[in-house]
């Protein structure tokens, strides 16, 4: 860990960026540590945020009307330019931003990265990108903004503290966090749970449609682009069907595709302690935790669906 306001110390630039197809724990670690900036650095300090659009159901977190989902790669270098959640190759339109930045600092917890950064701050015992960044903000100097946000990416990426990466110090800074008094339990239910009638249609046609293999220790299905435009949804709606796939009984490995483009597709693993999803996600260049990884393949469903059980079977019999 090192100190933020030392690092951060004649900075009067200051970029934020997360990773492309940003879910909770990207959302709340960079806006924690934008809303944490905003308060705590001089005032003409230029603080800017860059992510994807999220989902709608972030929209009631703070400063998320003030991300750039764009990125000017013409602009005067950042003093200092944080990559949170991720490596830089998974920055996407800000990465040329953290390239050219003066300093670079990454925070992140997947066990794939290996820092990016001048500074780095990397732990794979954590559960959560927000967490760490919780472990580098003076907690006295939070506002209610700042807590939110790393509640919520907090409560997403540890599965609302029940996944095996919350350990006793995730628990401790969530007790801190709604210290500041915010209708947490409402987060949880608008944030996490709360899915769309469409959404809720959607996942109910992927586990319809999903095939067991290897036993039933690995389960999949696949969504396409024709499937979420004939109900009106977009990438950012798939949260939480690999989840479900992986509560089917027996099933030690779920695999979850959805069509981004023309045989290109996003895949997400959920696994028990038997498959170490990580290490998969790696092997196809992607990456991720060892329960919970991803990785963006090419080719039709039938050769990544092939590729990828080869991978798990190979673990499975080790």
Known sequence: MFDLMKELDGASRIGIGGHVHPDGDCVGSVLGLYNYLIKNMPV?????????????????????GEIHETADEACDPYDVFFCL????????????????????INVDHHISNKGSGDVNYIDATAGSASE??????????????CAKALY????????VLQYSNTSPKTLRAVADLIGFGFDFSTLIEETFYQKSYAQTRVCGKAMFESVLLLDGKVAYTIVTRKTMEEYGLTAKDMDGIVNQIR???GVQCAVFLYEMSDTEFKVSMRSTDAVNAADIAVFFGGGGHKKAAGVTMEGSTDEIISRITERIAIQLTD
């Open 247 to 249: 509560n089917i009984k």
């Open 132 to 145: 760490l960044v919780f472990d580098l903000l003076d907690l006295q100097k939070m506002d209610e903004n």
């Open 44 to 64: 003409d300090t230029v603080i800017d945020a860059y992510m994807e659009r999220p989902s709608d159901v972030f929209d009631t977190v703070a400063g998320i």
């Open 152 to 159: 919520i990416g907090i409560i997403h990426d540890t599965g």
């Open 85 to 104: 959640d991720c490596d830089h190759t998974r920055l996407g339109h800000a990465a040329p931003l953290f390239a050219n930045a003066k300093k670079k």
